[in-house]
Structures are given as C-alpha cells and as structure tokens.
Nanobody, 127 residues
Framework: QVQLVESGGGLVQAGGSLRLSCALS????????MGWFRQAPGKEREFVAA????????KYADSVKGRFTISRDNAKNTVYLQMNSLKPEDTAVYYC????????????????????WGQGTQVTVSS
C-alpha cells in the first residue's frame, strides 16, 4: 500500500519560514520524481515545485522561485519543501505527490500526471 505523509505545516507570520516534509512508503522512493502542489480556498490546485528522482533537476512555479527550495533524501524516502519569505498568498493546503517518470519526459507540472498523493498539510501565513 502506497502512502505519502506530509508534515510541517502550521501558522506563521508573513516573512517567516516553514519546512514541509513528505515521506513515501510502499514503493521504491528513488523510482519517482516528486512534486509539491497547493490549493487555496476557492481556487484550483496549482503546481509549486518538483524534483527529479536523483535530485539533480528541479522546477518551480514563478510565484515561489527564489523563496522555496525543494530537496530530497533518498536514504530517508523523504522530500522536503523549504519555504522562506512567506506571504499571505502562500496560504493553502500543500500536497506532495509522486510521479513515475516516463522516458524523455521532464519534470511535470500538471497534477493529473502524478500517480500518488498525500493527504495534505495546512500552511497559513498571517499578515
């Protein structure tokens, strides 16, 4: 049974930082590219960041570039999202997801491309 479990969400003031973690079990972690998405109230889920299975390649949404950093530790089966300089508009439920890469395909930003999802963790940024 595949499980993705996020942790690290919470309430933070604008300008603060949080680090989200997501642990995968039930599959071989290094076989998957990993992504973070978020969904704010009344909005569609949107791409935040992705990292390749080896960690050598990353991709970010323009809205978080320079503030968020995605990383992974394959020995711990865990992907991270370091979020700095948080803004109220970053408030959302954050989801991690696993994507089994296809030959010739790069990091994907469409949520329908991902195979497995976590339950989400709430991030609230107060002004």
């Amino acid at each position: 049974q595949v499980q993705l479990v996020e942790s690290g969400g919470g309430l933070v003031q604008a300008g603060g930082s949080l680090r989200l973690s997501c642990a995968l079990s039930g599959r071989t972690f290094r076989n998957y590219n990993m992504g973070w998405f978020r969904q704010a109230p009344g909005k569609e889920r949107e791409f935040v960041a992705a990292i390749s299975w080896s960690g050598s390649s990353t991709k970010y949404a323009d809205s978080v570039k320079g503030r968020f950093t995605i990383s992974r530790d394959n020995a711990k089966n865990t992907v991270y999202l370091q979020m700095n300089s948080l803004k109220p508009e970053d408030t959302a439920v954050y989801y991690c997801a696993a994507d089994q890469p296809l030959m010739g395909m790069g990091l994907r930003v469409v949520d329908a491309s991902y195979d497995y999802w976590g339950q989400g963790t709430q991030v609230t940024v107060s002004s």
